[in-house]
């Protein structure tokens, strides 16, 4: 079955940098976009970015763009999200998520789009 496995939550400073990781298996990871979402307490689950198969279309939220970068390894089956220039707001638990069906585009997120997502990882920014 279909499982999304996130790493490298922690602590870090404002300003400082993480470099969070999902590593896949159960389906032809190379086929299917994928997406990072993030949920901070007593907050709704919110899209963060989303990437096309083979990695040729990104996209970003306003709040994250020119700060964050999403890319992934087809052959190791991972999923990344370098982010850069944190800040208390972006304190969440991140979670990656699978689209539906097989596409060559970028599908637009939304939680019937992207329904598969793993445990999450902690990320925590003092101000």
């Known amino acids: 079955q279909v499982q999304l496995v996130e790493s490298g939550g922690g602590l870090v400073q404002s300003g400082g940098s993480l470099r969070l990781s999902c590593t896949t298996s159960?389906?032809?990871?190379?086929?299917?976009?994928m997406a990072w979402v993030r949920q901070a307490p007593g907050k709704r689950l919110e899209w963060v970015s989303s990437i096309s198969h083979g990695g040729r279309m990104t996209d970003y939220a306003d709040s994250v763009k020119g700060r964050f970068i999403i890319s992934r390894a087809d052959a190791e089956n991972t999923l990344y999200l370098q982010m850069n220039s944190l800040k208390p707001e972006d304190a969440a638990v991140y979670y990656c998520?699978?689209?539906?069906?097989?596409?060559?585009?970028?599908?637009?997120?939304?939680?019937?789009?992207?329904?598969?997502r793993g445990q999450g990882t902690q990320v925590t920014v003092s101000s």
């Open positions: 159960g389906f032809t990871f190379r086929n299917y976009p």
């Open positions: 998520a699978k689209f539906r069906y097989i596409h060559t585009e970028l599908p637009v997120y939304s939680d019937y789009n992207y329904p598969e």
